[in-house]
């Protein structure tokens, strides 16, 4: 999980400890829906959970054109860098990117 912090997000690590725990404590099988990816901070700390609980898929919906975040820059196209990050996560086959609005998904 501590590879994930390394990723720019605004999840801190109270928080990413937190996603963790629901989405590994969380006796139902099935999925988690994540509604904003970003660049895969979050995303990546709820996929390990689901790996090391042996139960779900994490789809991330996210359009990834980039908004204006961390430190109010505008961040710019996102999609190719998440998913160079959930490849280097190694986490890649647990996550369904879904690029696209949380209202078309």
Known sequence: MKSALTIPGTATPLEASWL???????????????????LGRSTIVLAKACRDSRRG?????????????????FSGPTYKKFLTNIKAAKVNDVIVP??????QA
């Not at 963790?20 to 970003?38: C, D, I, P, R």
């Not at 879904?98 to 209202?103: E, P, V």
């Open 20 to 38: 963790y725990k629901a989405a590994y404590t969380n006796k139902a099988v099935g999925v988690v829906v994540e509604l904003g990816s970003f």
């Open 57 to 73: 898929k994490v789809y991330a919906i996210d359009p990834h054109q980039g908004a204006p975040v961390i430190g109010h820059k």
């Open 98 to 103: 879904i690029k696209k609005m949380s209202t």
